[in-house]
Nanobody, 121 residues
Framework: QVRLVESGGGSVESGGSLKLSCAAD???????VGWFRRLPGNWREGVAGIAPNGDTNYADSVQGRFAISRDNNENTVYLEMNNLKPEDTALYIC????????????????WGEGTQVTVSA
């Protein structure tokens, strides 16, 4: 199975932007990929998902601020995050092999280690 590596996290002020990358070491063109985040208190929630055909799904909390995209030539999925808020602070993790609309993540088989995003007020 493929391995996923996230990058692009960091510390920004409220209102700032970051672009996360999820790079796979194999072909993920026919695979849905999701971004999740683990919040303080160890609660995990779905952020966005993208299907092989480009269909997308977003959590209500990020709709209009975040955008998920994929570059199948690079086997990479991106999460562009704009107008970041302190409540977006979390460990962001990508996963592959599930249903792109699965916000709980139960259907995803392969997970990365995550990249930390910290947003200060």
């Amino acid at each position: 199975q493929v391995r996923l590596v996230e990058s692009g996290g960091g510390s920004v002020e409220s209102g700032g932007s970051l672009k996360l990358s999820c790079a796979a070491d194999g072909d993920i063109r026919s695979t849905s990929v999701g971004w999740f985040r683990r919040l303080p208190g160890n609660w995990r929630e779905g952020v966005a998902g993208i299907a092989p055909n480009g269909d997308t799904n977003y959590a209500d909390s990020v709709q209009g601020r975040f955008a998920i995209s994929r570059d199948n030539n690079e086997n990479t999925v991106y999460l562009e995050m704009n107008n970041l808020k302190p409540e977006d602070t979390a460990l962001y993790i990508c996963a592959a092999g599930g249903y792109y609309y699965d916000e709980q993540g139960h259907s995803f088989a392969v997970w990365g280690e995550g990249t930390q995003v910290t947003v200060s007020a």
